[in-house]
């Protein structure tokens, strides 16, 4: 473990894909050991993409990713799988492997990762099944149990092999309201348990304000904010009021720029 209180330091980071056009402009951000992050934004604003820098699976273009005080170098492989290793990601929808059953897709990452022995895997894969409540549904397919459910057999996959970084992306996406306050609760308690640091991405402002530690908002390529959910509850700043509210007009304009609809449709005013 680094010594420093955050596991994720991101220092002056900027990002583009090869069109050019910069995703991340600029950004700095600290996520502390045991806490659960949120990140959160309107669509297309990076979000997914700073997971992915986090993660290496992309390298930024300036400025630097710190993950336990081991800077990611994207030409030093080896580190960079250490690194991993001990990341968890659950990438939207997390899919599961439909021809295995619910033991074997938690099985997986510790029968590819390690050389324990059947038996401490089997354990193993109980525990993490029991800790999301479908210790019983171990035999089943994936075609046997509900979306929710498979949502909970991917979180147990991912945290299988008990990581110090849990990142999930847009974990409540497509979900009913019941299993998306159960996911939510879920991924609070997988954290607290397991002693890890979770960052999720979302828009789900209300699930994610009643689990978050700290939240940061993203827009434009830059954090327009930051704080603790009550500090954003309470903010007076027009940008997180909307977010907040979610407000359909605001300084995050509900028309995509164009020419006024007079000129387009070729009325004279
Ligand atoms: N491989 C790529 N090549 C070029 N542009 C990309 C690529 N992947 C994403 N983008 C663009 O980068 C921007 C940010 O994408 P990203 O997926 O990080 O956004 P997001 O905030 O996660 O959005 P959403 O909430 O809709 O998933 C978008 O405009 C997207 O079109």
Redesign the pocket.
């Known amino acids: 473990m680094g010594s420093s209180d955050y596991i994720v330091e991101i220092k002056d980071m900027s990002f583009a894909?090869?069109?050019g056009?910069l995703?991340l402009d600029d950004v700095s951000l600290n996520f502390r050991r045991g806490q659960v992050i949120a990140i959160m934004?309107?669509?297309?604003?990076?979000?997914?993409?700073?997971?992915?820098l986090i993660g290496g699976l992309l390298s930024p273009d300036k400025g630097s990713v710190t993950i336990n005080g081991q800077k990611l170098d994207p030409k030093n492989l080896q580190s960079l799988y250490r690194i991993r290793r001990k990341m968890g990601m659950l990438f939207?929808f997390g899919a599961l492997f439909t021809d295995m059953t619910v033991f074997e897709n938690v099985a997986f990452p510790l029968r590819e990762h390690t050389d324990l022995p059947e038996e401490l895997i089997r354990d193993l894969v109980l525990l993490k099944l029991d800790a999301v409540g479908l210790r019983g549904a171990a035999p089943l397919y994936p075609s046997e149990i509900s979306g929710g459910m498979s949502r909970r057999v991917a979180l147990a996959r991912t945290v299988a092999l008990d990581p110090d970084l849990i990142m999930y992306?847009?974990p409540f996406a497509g979900l009913d309201p019941i299993s998306m306050g159960v996911t939510a609760q879920l991924i609070r308690n997988l954290n607290d348990v397991l002693g890890s640091t979770s960052v999720i991405?979302t828009?789900d402002v209300q699930e994610t304000f009643t689990i978050a530690d700290y939240v940061y908002m993203?827009s434009s390529g830059k954090i327009a904010a930051q704080g603790t959910p009550d500090e954003l509850r309470q903010s007076k700043d027009p940008f997180v009021v909307q977010f907040v509210n979610g407000l359909p007009d605001g300084p995050v304009k509900f028309q995509y720029p164009a020419p006024s609809l007079n000129e387009e449709l070729g009325i004279k005013p």
Do not use: F, N
Not at 41 to 52: D, E, F, R, V
């Open positions: 894909y090869d069109t056009r995703i934004g309107g669509s297309g604003m990076g979000k997914t993409t700073l997971l992915k939207q992306d847009e991405v828009h993203v």
